[in-house]
């Protein structure tokens, strides 16, 4: 059964700092696909990656990285210089192609707050 | 802007109530999606349309009935609430095809049961 693990609940860090968010994976399939998104406070959720698990390329967009490390099954997010306006909420994700409804399993989420 | 609006965006009802949640994407998309966020749980995947048929039922209680008119339109029928299904509902839609595609959400609607 596919799982995420989003295990920091809450990160508190001051503007300018550099966070990482950390996202953990199970799944049995050699073929799947990971996601994170932004909830703000407006409740709506951002679509931000997709990445599938053939390709192990780091990303990098902006003030945003991703670092994604199959042997640790890992898919850590990073926000460089972090600005108050990335406090939200951040979900990782998780598709398996043998799921025929596009079916994605959410972690907990990790709330994220920038302070001034 | 994501291309996918929610109505009502709060929704107050009694336990006797019906009403519906409207949900309209502008994507494109031929698959719709509804979820439950409750303060305390993950994201919960409650119904699957793809291409107006649905999919899946995440073993969802039948007071909360779904509707897909056509790939556009999604709504969420729902009666006889218990104060434990207060939560934000939330529409999502994608492409289907071969491989796996990300999924763009309206801003969900806020649902409190008295």
């Known amino acids: 059964a596919q799982k995420v693990t989003q295990a920091q609940t809450e990160i508190s860090v001051v503007e300018k700092e550099d966070v990482t968010l950390d996202c953990v994976y199970e799944?049995?399939?050699?073929?799947?696909?990971l996601f994170w998104y932004k909830q703000p406070p407006s409740g709506e959720l951002v679509f931000l990656i997709r990445?599938?698990?053939?390709?192990?390329q780091n990303e990098i967009s902006g003030r945003y990285s991703w670092n994604f490390q199959k042997s640790t099954s890992s898919f850590n997010f990073t926000i460089t210089a972090s600005q108050v306006v990335d406090s939200a909420v951040y979900f990782c994700?998780?598709?398996?192609?043998?799921?025929?409804?596009?079916?994605?399993?959410f972690g907990a989420g990790t709330r994220l707050t920038v302070k001034p | 802007e994501t291309g996918v609006t929610q109505t009502p965006r709060h929704l107050v009802m009694g336990m006797t109530n019906k009403k519906s949640l409207k949900c309209e994407q502008h994507?494109?998309?031929?698959?719709m999606y509804w979820y439950k966020q409750s303060a305390k749980k993950p994201l919960e995947l409650m119904f699957v349309y793809s291409l107006e048929e649905r999919v899946e039922n995440n073993s969802v209680p039948s007071r909360f009935s779904p509707e897909c008119p056509n790939s556009s339109h999604l709504f969420l029928h729902l009666h006889t609430l218990q104060p434990e299904d207060s939560a934000l509902y939330l529409c999502a839609s994608s492409q289907t095809g071969t491989g796996i595609y990300e999924q763009y959400f309206g801003p969900g609607t806020r649902l409190t049961v008295t």
């Open positions: 990445r599938n698990s053939f390709d192990e």
């Open positions: 799944t049995r399939d050699t073929t799947y696909y």
């Open positions: 994700a998780l598709s398996e192609a043998s799921s025929n409804n596009n079916d994605m399993r």
């Open positions: 994507l494109g998309h031929n698959a």
